[in-house]
Nanobody, 124 residues
Framework: QVQLVETGGGLVQAGGSLRLSCVVSGVTFTHYGMGWFRQAPGKEREFVSA????????NYADSVKDRFTISRNNAKNTVYLQMNSLKPADTAVYFCAAGYLGMGTPQTIAYDYWGQGTQVTVSS
């Protein structure tokens, strides 16, 4: 059974930081590219960031570039999203996703497994 479990969400003031974690089980983690997506109320799910299965390349949405950093620890089957300089516009439920041999694509269709999400709320 494949599981992706996100943690680290919460309430933070604008300008603050949070680090999200996503622990993956039930698959060979090193075979999967990992992505972070988010969905705000009334909006479609949108791409935030991704890292390739090999870990040698990352991809970011323009809206988070230079503020967010994705990384992976293959020994812990975990992908992280460090979020700095948070803005109220970053408020959303954040989901991690795993795509077999993923190359960091922003398309949701490229991902095979999804977590349940973790809420991030940024107050002004």
């Amino acid at each position: 059974q494949v599981q992706l479990v996100e943690t680290g969400g919460g309430l933070v003031q604008a300008g603050g930081s949070l680090r999200l974690s996503c622990v993956v089980s039930g698959v060979t983690f090193t075979h999967y590219g990992m992505g972070w997506f988010r969905q705000a109320p009334g909006k479609e799910r949108e791409f935030v960031s991704a890292v390739t299965w090999s870990g040698d390349s990352t991809n970011y949405a323009d809206s988070v570039k230079d503020r967010f950093t994705i990384s992976r620890n293959n020994a812990k089957n975990t992908v992280y999203l460090q979020m700095n300089s948070l803005k109220p516009a970053d408020t959303a439920v954040y989901f991690c996703a795993a795509g077999y041999l993923g190359m960091g694509t922003p398309q949701t269709i490229a991902y095979d497994y999804w977590g349940q999400g973790t809420q991030v709320t940024v107050s002004s």
